[in-house]
C-alpha cells in the first residue's frame, strides 16, 4: 500500500482536496488523512489541533464552528497557486473519493463522539470495505471496534512492544502501523506471524522508504507517492 500521507502532501497543501486529488494523478489507490470534530459537531479534515499552522486563521478547531472554519484559506500557506483552497469535512472528502480511493482516516480528536462519527460517515458513504480507521490513541480504536466491529483498524505506535501485540490481539486490531525507522525485516515476520497487517508511518526520506519496502511491510504513508509507486514499478519488475 502506498498511502498519500495527508494526500501528495510534498506537493500541495496537506489534507486538502488538492493534495487528495494530486495523489491520485500520481497513482496512489490509498490517501491518509487526520480528522477533529468543530465547535459544532462536525467531523473536519485537519492534522493539528488548531488552525494556525495550515490555514489563514488561528485557534483551536475544536472552538470553531464549521462555517467559520469554511472561510479559511487552507491553501496559500504552501503556494499562491493553492490561494482559495479549505479544510474539507469528512463527509466531502468520502463523497468525491468513494470508489477511487482507499481512505485511511487517522482520529485525531479526542472525543468518542468523534469515533461514532467517523464510523457512521464510513457506512453512509458504503465505505467499509475502502476505509481504515487508525489512531495513536487506543480509546479510539476501542470506541471503534466496539461500535464499528466491521471496520479495518490500525494501531500507530512508535515501538512495538510484547504489551502492545498482546493489546492489539484482545481487541482484534488488523494492522499494527510501527514508525519506518523502527521497522526490521524480523519485526515485519513477527507482526505478520501474529495475523497482523504492518504499515509503517514517519517515513521522512527516500532510503527510510526503500528499507521499509526491502522489509517486506504490507504498506506505509508517504507524502511522495509518486517516488514509491515508481519504486514499487522496478523493484517489482527486477524480480521478473
Ligand atoms: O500514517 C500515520 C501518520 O500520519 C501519523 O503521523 O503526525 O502525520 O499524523 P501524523
Ligand atoms: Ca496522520
Not at 149 to 156: D, V
Not at 183 to 198: K, W, Y
Not at 207 to 223: E, F, H, K, P, W
Request: hydrophobic share 40%; glycine share 8%; with cysteine.
Amino acid at each position: 500500500m502506498a498511502i498519500a500521507h495527508r494526500g501528495a502532501s510534498s506537493y500541495a497543501p496537506e489534507n486538502t482536496m488538492a493534495a487528495f486529488d494530486l495523489a491520485i494523478v500520481m497513482g496512489a489507490r490509498h490517501i491518509e488523512l487526520d480528522v477533529h470534530s468543530t465547535s459544532d459537531g462536525h467531523v473536519v479534515v485537519i492534522h493539528d489541533d488548531t488552525v494556525d499552522r495550515t490555514t489563514d486563521g488561528s485557534g483551536p478547531v475544536a472552538k470553531v464552528a464549521l462555517a467559520a472554519l469554511r472561510t479559511l484559506d487552507a491553501g496559500s500557506w504552501f503556494g499562491h497557486e493553492f490561494t482559495g483552497e479549505r479544510i474539507p469535512t469528512l463527509d466531502a472528502v468520502l463523497g468525491r473519493y468513494r470508489g477511487r480511493v482507499h481512505v485511511h482516516v487517522e482520529i485525531k480528536g479526542q472525543s468518542s463522539q468523534l469515533s461514532h462519527q467517523t464510523a457512521d460517515l464510513i457506512r453512509k458513504h458504503g465505505m467499509v470495505g475502502e476505509a481504515t480507521i487508525t489512531s495513536f490513541q487506543i480509546a479510539r480504536l476501542q470506541e471503534t471496534r466496539a461500535n464499528a466491529p466491521e471496520l479495518t483498524t490500525g494501531w500507530l505506535v512508535a515501538d512495538v512492544t510484547d504489551a502492545v501485540i498482546a493489546q492489539a490481539r484482545s481487541l482484534g486490531l488488523s494492522q499494527i502501523c510501527p514508525r519506518a525507522n523502527r521497522i526490521t525485516s524480523e519485526l515485519v515476520r513477527r507482526l505478520r506471524a501474529a495475523g497482523f497487517v504492518v504499515r509503517a508511518w514517519g517515513v521522512a526520506s527516500e532510503d527510510l522508504m526503500r528499507q521499509v519496502v526491502q522489509s517486506g511491510a504490507d504498506g506505509m504513508t508517504v507524502n511522495f507517492p509518486d517516488k514509491l509507486i515508481a519504486y514499487l514499478a522496478t523493484s517489482t519488475a527486477s524480480r521478473g
